[in-house]
């Protein structure tokens, strides 16, 4: 069974210079097709709900979750992951109807539905006789 | 504009999908799922670990004598209609075995999960407790 991703990314490994400017934490994520939408799944255990940022803007989605801190000041006998905010982006190939995209933040996974644009969905075209 | 080296983001994407191969199937990981971080205060161990999308009925917490073991499974958000642009997250059975360093009271451990934390407390017995030592002036 293969790891989760647990690494800080740099601004330059995710591409995307994060408007706060932190090194954050890279969630691991499922992308999926699921009828007419993108579905998208973000590991983001320990985030505050409200304060997590879906932005998406000209194909390119970003999503910024704040971490409530814990484990402050402990003394570690055994320290394998660091705690600390979440950030990643993704530049999506479908055109999206940005107006109908929803989050919902349940169970530390982060579910983001990307509904596609209506004008792409395949449509059946009924052929009149005669 | 940032512009980002080729050879950077082919590097980090190489380093990616080579570490997910090391790590498959791999007894030899040097991480294992779940992380686990393991702290102590003059009462109690405390054991986290981050566990997304597990439910609470698919986790199994055992303690013996001083042995935390957490098992478990998460299952994959599949579905016939579904295809998978992207799957990272790990799924699958997972199993964890620490031994700490004290001895606890395994039947005041309690643990809760929230927001995909896992918090565990381990009281510790009262043996294993620090004393403070009277020094006497003789």
Known sequence: MNEPSNVKATTEESGLEPTRGDAAFVPSVDIVEKGNALVMFVDMPGAVPESIDVDFNQGRLSIYGKIKPRGDGAQFLLHEYGVGDFFRSFQVSEDIDAAAISARYEAGVLQVELPKAEALRPRKISVGAG | ?138
């Open chain 2, 1 to 138: 504009m940032r512009r980002v080296s080729p050879f950077r983001q082919f590097r980090s994407e190489m380093d990616r999908v080579l570490s997910d191969v090391w790590a498959m199937g791999s007894n030899l990981a040097t991480r294992a799922f779940p992380a686990l971080n393991v702290w102590e205060t003059d009462g109690e161990m405390w054991a986290e670990a981050e566990l997304p999308g597990v439910k609470q009925e698919d986790l199994d917490i055992d303690v013996v004598g001083n042995e935390l073991t957490i098992r478990g499974q998460r299952t994959a958000p599949t579905d016939e209609k579904m295809t998978f642009h992207r799957q990272e997250r790990t799924t699958g059975s997972f199993r964890r075995t620490v031994r700490l360093p004290v001895e606890v009271d395994a039947d005041n451990v309690s643990a809760t999960l929230r927001d995909g934390v896992l918090t565990i407390r381990l009281p510790k017995s009262e043996r294993a407790k620090p004393r403070k030592v009277q020094v006497s002036v003789g």
